[in-house]
């Protein structure tokens, strides 16, 4: 389904007047294993839509707590393939959720973007994100992923203009995702009221759903957005859950679940 699984999902939640709940995890963290307990359990606590980071040694955009995650993985001995692996794994007991690979350059360029877009589509992932992608340097990869009917996610910062907007959206498709804070993920929190204006100039321009991430930290902060945006993103909370989770003697997984639970029934019903 690929990039239509993105696009039903948004519109049963506009149907319902819902704002999407988007979770972010990093595959491999601290297990693989783990990351398939934490993907299954994420659906069933209320994720609309799940993140799933592939580790790399220098992920600039991340703050601490993701760092730290993506240090664990790759210890654990995670590579892309494994990653991909799991998509499809988590594809067997889910047809409907749709699954977004994120990460940076690096290893999409060592894979080659056709086989990177194919690998995509085959193992039932449906959009990506790649930080540190600028839409010059993109067309290659865009080009792979239109041919494989994956979407390639943009991100659109505080600072983007008019004119940066515009080339940003240009072939974005599924959503795009708003940072609404600068700087890097879960240091610093978002403030609802300032991203309101933004969020509805990206939406005119794109002419998709917007879902707002880095920076949300609470379920109130979490209820504000959804206020705001077609979703919310939350990331380093679960992240930062997992590992204060570890090393535990009952399921690694169960404080990053009961937390998303808490965090998606903000989301589902702020507009209530």
């Known amino acids: ?31 693989l294993e783990t990351s398939f307990n934490v993907l299954k359990g994420l659906a069933e606590a209320g994720s609309d839509i799940i993140e799933l980071g592939f580790p790399f040694s220098d992920p600039m955009a991340e703050g601490p707590i ?60 449906d959009g990506v994100i790649v930080v540190d992608c600028p839409p010059e340097e993109a067309e290659g990869l ?21 004119k940066r907007l515009k080339t940003l959206v240009k072939r974005t498709k599924g959503f795009v995702y708003y940072v609404s804070v600068a700087g890097v993920t879960g240091v610093k929190e978002a403030d609802a009221q300032g991203i309101a204006g933004a969020v509805k100039r990206v939406q005119e321009a794109a002419q998709l759903p917007v879902v707002v991430g880095f920076g949300i930290k609470t379920p109130e902060r979490a209820s504000e957005v959804a206020r705001i945006a077609d979703g919310a993103v939350v990331g380093s909370v679960l992240v930062d859950a997992l590992a204060k989770s570890l090393p535990g003697n009952s399921p690694i997984e169960a404080k990053v679940l009961e937390t998303a639970g808490i965090l998606a029934q903000a989301v589902h019903n702020a507009r209530n």
């Open 1 to 31: 389904m690929t990039v239509a699984r993105i696009d039903a999902r948004f519109a049963k939640l506009k149907a319902e007047n819902k704002a999407a709940f988007v979770s972010y995890i990093m595959a491999g963290d601290p297990d």
């Open 142 to 162: 865009t080009d792979a992923l239109d041919a494989a009917d994956v979407a390639l996610i943009r991100l659109i910062t505080p600072t983007s203009d008019e």
């Open 66 to 125: 993701i760092q730290l995650a993506a240090e664990r993985s790759l210890k654990a001995g995670t590579k892309i393939a494994q990653v991909f692996a799991l998509a499809s794994r988590f594809r067997e007991i889910d047809a409907d959720t749709p699954l977004i690979l994120m990460g940076y350059m690096n290893p999409v360029e060592n894979m080659g973007y056709p086989a990177f877009a194919r690998a995509c589509a085959d193992h039932g992932i």
